[in-house]
């Protein structure tokens, strides 16, 4: 692909929340890449950047769009699905990579631990990936877990070659259960915090999404 092979401007262009003209992510997606002028080596060295170099906490931030700001997760270090998927995206844009951001419902039967508490189900609702053209289509990529996760969830790492699609599989190493893609949500050139909100309004309920804000903001507090 070239850099006029773009099937959307939209795409390649920066927003507030997928801030791919900030600095920091220029320097990032430009370190990362190294002297490598191929999409598909690119793409494949951010992935990897993002899968491991940014920890997956699915209790970090999430009600506001400076949650999910590119180069503020970079800074953090750390994030769950959405977060780390903007970034990917955000550092594929600073390289001329049209991205965007898939979305859907999943449910995970796998080790979640006290998460299933915290939700009140095995279902991770607007879990996200970066969809990336490259070579002419739209290739998916989930950066979520690192390495080390994936070893405990018992599931292969996702690897990432630019060329097929890299979602969690539908059965663990031991032919268990793993995940289950349930209901997708469509693709989006931003985040759409607002839809997501409402997404896990009416999946995890208004009280118990509210009670998640209000801990976070009385430990801003502390």
């Known amino acids: 692909m ?24 220029i320097a990032f997606a430009t370190r990362t890449s190294g002297n490598s002028t191929d999409p598909l080596e690119q793409a494949s060295r951010l ?32 994030g769950f699905c959405i977060p780390k998927a903007c970034l990917l995206c955000a550092s594929c ?64 790492p996702l690897r990432f070659d630019g060329k097929t699609d890299a979602l969690f599989p539908a059965k663990d190493l031991n032919g268990n259960p793993y995940v289950e893609y349930i209901t997708y949500h469509g693709s989006f050139a931003d985040i759409p915090v607002d839809k997501i909100l409402e997404g896990w309004r009416r999946i995890y309920g208004p009280d118990r999404v509210n009670s998640w804000i209000a801990a976070l903001e009385a430990a801003k507090e502390r």
């Open 93 to 156: 844009r600073t390289l001329g990579i049209p991205s965007r951001v898939g979305f859907a419902d999943i449910r995970n039967s796998g080790p979640i631990g006290d998460l299933a508490d915290m939700m009140g189900c095995h279902i991770f609702a607007y879990h996200a990936f970066a969809e990336l053209y490259l070579a002419g289509k739209w290739v998916k990529a989930t950066p979520s877990f690192d390495s080390g996760l994936c070893s405990k969830h018992n599931i292969e």
């Open 47 to 78: 992935f990897y950047a993002v899968r491991d170099g940014i920890m997956y906490d699915p209790r970090t931030p999430f009600y506001l769009p400076e949650h999910y700001r590119a180069s503020n997760v970079l800074r953090r270090g750390r």
């Open 2 to 25: 070239t850099g006029h092979d773009i099937p959307n401007a939209e795409y390649v262009q920066p927003t507030s929340i997928v801030d791919s003209d900030h600095p920091e992510i």
